[in-house]
């Protein structure tokens, strides 16, 4: 682990403040250009997908999918608490240590905007 990439990777962390968007590739892919770009490192694959490309197809979702975490984290860190999504086909579940039902997390949620 001592290549410049993944020692950019380990000095670039966190890679964003919303605990909900961890991932540097899929969640933030501008995270992986800048520290493909800023270290030379180079795609090994047969198919030589460069890393502008694989997050091209990316930045469609991560802005989706960043609104509803960003909302889903300021509405529950925001408050002092904590939140860990766990996303199941269609279906959202969120679990905090102030719900005590599955209901309860169902509720909270049916207010949420996107």
């Avoid at 198919?47 to 960043?66: F, M």
């Avoid at 975490?69 to 408050?79: N, P, S, T, V």
Wanted: proline letters at 6%.
């Amino acid at each position: 682990m001592k290549s410049p990439l993944f020692q950019a990777y380990q000095a670039a962390q966190p890679f964003n403040h919303n605990h909900l968007r961890p991932c540097p590739i899929i969640d933030n892919p501008e995270v992986l250009e800048r520290l493909v770009a800023e270290t030379g490192a180079y795609s090994t694959q047969r198919n030589g997908i460069s890393a502008s490309a694989l997050c091209q197809s990316l930045y469609g979702y991560a802005e989706a999918w960043g609104r509803v975490a960003d909302e889903l984290w300021c509405r529950f860190h925001g408050e002092g608490g904590y939140a860990i999504l766990l996303l199941v086909p269609a279906q959202p579940w969120l679990y905090d240590s102030k719900f005590k039902r599955a209901s309860d997390v169902l509720d909270t949620l049916a207010g949420c905007t996107t």
